[in-house]
Every structure is written in structure tokens, then in C-alpha cells.
């Protein structure tokens, strides 16, 4: 069985960075941000989903584990 990819929210990664949740959905929306990805809804008024990949967030945030 495959090894589970801890990740994490953009409220967690924002709380990190001392930045707002807002802050990095935008940056995942405009592939700005290398650690993650932005899914667009399937129907128009719904909702964007996010995955934040925990090891690549920590990498570009310098955090050693």
C-alpha cells in the first residue's frame, strides 16, 4: 500500500508564512506557489479545493524536520 502524503490547509500553511488563508489560495489559484495546487469547481458557484503538500510547504518555507 502506498505511503499517505501528509499535507496541510491554507489556514495551517498561512498560520506558518504569518500570512491570512486568502493569501494562499490566491497564490495556489495563480500557480505562484510550488508546493501545492488549486482544483477549480466543476460547476460554476462552487468551491475551489486545495492541496498543500507538507514536505514541498516546509522545503519552500526553509522548516527543517
Request: proline share 6%; no cysteine.
Amino acid at each position: 500500500m502506498p505511503e499517505e502524503v501528509e499535507t496541510l490547509t491554507p489556514y495551517e500553511a498561512g498560520k506558518i508564512l504569518h500570512k491570512n488563508a486568502e493569501f494562499i489560495r490566491a497564490g495556489l489559484r495563480q500557480g505562484v506557489f510550488n508546493f501545492g495546487t488549486a482544483v477549480p469547481p466543476k460547476q460554476a458557484g462552487g468551491n475551489w479545493s486545495y492541496v498543500i503538500i507538507k514536505s514541498k510547504f516546509y522545503e519552500f518555507a526553509g522548516i527543517t524536520v
